[in-house]
């Protein structure tokens, strides 16, 4: 899913700090090659647009995003070290829908030697840019009003700022590493206070 893996380009980098997978153009180049087979099925076989004029515009989309998702695990602790200043709930929403307004509109397709239809994107422009920028968004509203919300968590780790997708309903962090190291600051905290 685009919109959960443009949230998750940030993360606690081990050190204390955040680290910005998307902070140049090689990172964007990467996510782009991770994020091919959802764009592609998305819209169709565009051309991708390069990572340099890509990186800034899914920067700040990933700002949106993360916002929709930290209003969406409320009343979860919010998120303790964000890439960007929380945005203001509706200022989030009227960007999201402008940026999905990009893609156009969903249109049925059925080839003749095709057992179902599909669906593809009427795109409104060609700006690569803005097709894929609207990708994403059109996932965000797709995730965000789908199925797999309830299961969208904020990781409660110290420093740790990703979303998961609990596959379990005893699965509290993000990932075993965050697990280990929780269990470990309890730990210490109970053993050195």
């Known amino acids: 899913m685009l919109a959960l893996e443009l949230a998750a380009s940030v993360r606690h980098d081990g050190h204390g700090g955040l680290l910005d997978t998307l902070a140049d153009?090689?990172?964007?180049?990467a996510w782009?090659?991770?994020?091919?087979?959802?764009?592609?099925?998305?819209?169709?076989?565009?051309?991708?647009?390069?990572?340099?004029?890509?990186?800034?515009?899914?920067?700040?989309?990933?700002?949106?995003?993360r916002n929709l998702f930290a209003r969406a695990v409320r009343p979860a602790p919010p998120q303790r070290?964000?890439?960007?200043?929380?945005?203001?709930?509706?200022?989030?929403?009227?960007?999201?829908?402008?940026?999905?307004?990009?893609?156009?509109?969903?249109?049925?397709?059925?080839?003749?030697?095709?057992?179902?239809?599909?669906?593809?994107?009427?795109p409104r422009g060609s700006d690569p840019v803005r097709l894929l920028t609207g990708a994403v968004a059109r996932s965000a509203i797709d995730f965000l009003t789908g199925p797999d919300l309830v299961r969208l968590r904020a990781c409660p780790a110290?420093?740790?700022?990703?979303?998961?997708?609990q596959a379990d309903p005893r699965q509290t962090w993000c990932s075993p590493t965050c697990g280990?190291?929780?269990?470990?600051?309890r730990h210490y905290r109970r053993t050195n206070h």
Not at 43 to 63: E, K, M, Q, T, W
């Open 25 to 29: 153009d090689a990172g964007v180049q």
């Open 32 to 65: 782009l090659e991770r994020a091919a087979p959802s764009v592609t099925e998305i819209l169709g076989r565009s051309a991708v647009p390069s990572p340099a004029a890509a990186g800034p515009a899914l920067v700040d989309l990933r700002v949106v995003v």
């Open 81 to 122: 070290a964000e890439v960007a200043a929380p945005l203001d709930p509706d200022a989030a929403l009227r960007r999201l829908n402008r940026t999905a307004d990009y893609l156009g509109a969903p249109q049925l397709s059925w080839l003749d030697d095709a057992t179902a239809p599909t669906t593809t994107w009427s």
């Open 158 to 165: 110290a420093r740790c700022v990703r979303y998961f997708l």
């Open 180 to 185: 280990n190291r929780e269990r470990v600051n």
